[in-house]
């Protein structure tokens, strides 16, 4: 879970979204290298001010937020933009501080200032017809970022912030939260704003910093002072010329960073403690458990990886959620290694909602649908009076929508393992059948818009049933 942190401004932009509503009422398509991709779109808002975007909306593509760029920067004070068709070369240039970010169409690397960088997801075409003239997007987040915007995103509260660069401290999530930073870690002077990156390595208990260039000798000599339970540790890498900072804590602990000219504050401590929402999502199977199968061509493992990475990625940009995932990859982590540990690892971090995602299978291959489960002998209640059967039906309705399959509904199975001695409401969602080969391949092809879905659905589940925080 890797977040850039962000330098924060005096102006502000705020970018609005729509109503949450189910996938099928709210989807619309475009297209991005010839290719049909299914998007949300959001309206955007300059200091509480519409910004006409004309027919070039800002949008969620594959669970990252994407802008378009000369329609948006266009608009913005001490930023220019510039695109050369031929190269599909962008150029992003902030005039009053002489920073430029410059990026290629359909590539994650680039330059900032002259130095190498990679994104986490590459500017595209995008144009609403097919074989239509085209808009270069750029993500929203990252493109903030290295300009010196400091960016953040609530679904929940319709906005996305942007803001230009002050000599006041502020961090990289709204101010719906109080702030008070545990650990005091100086930071180098000559490392530019925008190329600091964090990763909540939240399965090895860790949080790593990184910085470009070697500051070994630098963090020798300026090592931080630690609460208890924290442990500190700094290495150098060759091949990537880069400073890995690690804090180590003996359980999983949240993290907030904010960064200053001089310093980085950190936040830690129990992660209910510090975000309003915690949520778990469990991609099923996985390991040597690949789930059920159509033959060698599909997996019930990679279709639930896919759905759950794909809802994760719009969750770490919501600052009102926290989200974890009991595997990250075919790779179990440690202490996940049997169906009752994912419950296990969601009640210790006293998560306010458990989605464990499933692909059906049947002997029949005709068989069709998607449905949602939950215990009823155990339809325990979060802080909010969300129930299992409240969150199951919610579920349901979005992914339903999403998959337009047909619907199953809500069903009770007291059972499953990974529904028993839940602390907090949890449901099972079977997403199709990949018994049945029509379903298999539109699940393929779709796990964005799942994830999506699934994002949307725990969005709507958590704001009728605010957890108070």
Known sequence: MTKRIISFFTVFILLFVSNILPVSASSTYCYINGEKHFITQRNVYHNGQSISLASEPALVVEGYNYIPAKAFISQMADITYSYQSSSKKITITNTKTSDVLILSLNSKTGTFNGKSITLSCAPVPVSFTSGGDYSVYIPAKDTASYMGLSYSYSNSGKKILYTSESGNTMDDDNNDYTFKETITLSRPSTVSKGTISCTDDYHNKRLVITIPGNYTTFYNNNKPS??????????????????????????????????????????????????????????????????????NLYKEADFTLGIVKAAARLFEQDNDYKVYCTRLSNTLPSGISKVWDRRTFANNLGADIFVSVHINSSTASSATGTETLYNSKHNVSNSGGLTCYKLASIVQTYIQAATGFKDRGVKVDSTLSVLLKNNNPAVLTEIGFISNLAEAKSMAANLDSYGEALYNAIVKASCDYPTGR
């Open 226 to 295: 630690l609460p208890s339970g924290v442990s500190f540790s700094h290495s150098y890498s060759s091949s990537t010329g880069k400073t890995s900072l690690i804090f180590i804590t003996s359980s999983i602990n949240g993290w907030r960073i904010k960064e200053t000219s001089s310093k980085i504050l950190i936040m830690n401590g129990k992660p209910t403690n510090m975000f309003k929402n915690v949520i778990v999502l469990d991609p099923g199977h996985g390991g040597s458990d690949p789930g059920a199968c159509y033959g």
